[in-house]
C-alpha cells in the first residue's frame, strides 16, 4: 500500500539518483511544485505543473549539474496517511564542472492525493544555499554520507558537522528551534 511516506522517499530516490522514472511513484500527474528561493545563490522558476515537468527540473536538469546528491528530511516520516506534511530539508551535493560544493536547507510542504498518497501538491522553500571550494568535497561528503538517509534529525546533521565557515547560513537555520 502506498504512503506519503513512500512517496516522499521515492521523490528523493528520483533525485539523488537521477532517476526520473521514479517520480511517478511520487507525483500525480497534474502535481503542482511551487518553490520560494530565499537566497539569490540558486534559481528555479516560482511554479511548475505537471508530473514530466517536475522530473525534468528536479531530476534530469538537476542531475545535469549536480552529482554526489544527498536529500535529507529533518524529521521522522509521516507515520499515517495525513493530507500534508511539512519537514525542515538539507541538501549536500557537487557541482559537476566546477566540482564545488553546495550545502542547502529549506522546508517542504507536501500535500497528498487522499485516494493514492502520491504528491499533489510540493512546496519547496529554499532558505540558504552556501558554495564551498572543491577542497572542502571530501569533508562535506564524509559527514554527508555518515547521516541516516533519508530521514535525519536536525541535531544529527549538526552535531556531524564539519567545522567549515562557509556553512554557517545552513548550520544557523538548522540549529534555529534548538535555541
Not at 4 to 31: C, M, V, W
Not at 42 to 66: C, M, N
Request: aromatic share 10%; proline share 7%; charged share 20%.
Amino acid at each position: 500500500m502506498r504512503t506519503p511516506s513512500n512517496s516522499i522517499l521515492a521523490y528523493i530516490q528520483a533525485k539523488d539518483g537521477n532517476r526520473p522514472h521514479l517520480i511517478s511513484r511520487a507525483f500525480t500527474e497534474d502535481a503542482t511544485l511551487s518553490m520560494v528561493v530565499n537566497t539569490g545563490s540558486i534559481a528555479f522558476p516560482p511554479e511548475s505543473q505537471g508530473r514530466d515537468t517536475i522530473a525534468d527540473l528536479l531530476v534530469r536538469r538537476f542531475g545535469q549539474a549536480y552529482e554526489n546528491i544527498y536529500t535529507f528530511c529533518l524529521s521522522v516520516p509521516p507515520k499515517n496517511q495525513e493530507p500534508e506534511f511539512i519537514c525542515d530539508w538539507l541538501v549536500v551535493m557537487s557541482e559537476k564542472e566546477s566540482r564545488a560544493v553546495r550545502v542547502g536547507c529549506g522546508r517542504y510542504h507536501w500535500f497528498f492525493s487522499q485516494e493514492s498518497h502520491l504528491v499533489e501538491r510540493l512546496t519547496i522553500t529554499i532558505e540558504a544555499m552556501q558554495s564551498l571550494p572543491p577542497q572542502d568535497l571530501d569533508s562535506v561528503m564524509v559527514w554527508a554520507s555518515s547521516l541516516p538517509y533519508p530521514w535525519c534529525s536536525a541535531q544529527t546533521a549538526l552535531d556531524g558537522a564539519p567545522d567549515l565557515a562557509d556553512l554557517s547560513a545552513v548550520l544557523a537555520y538548522l540549529g534555529r528551534e534548538n535555541i
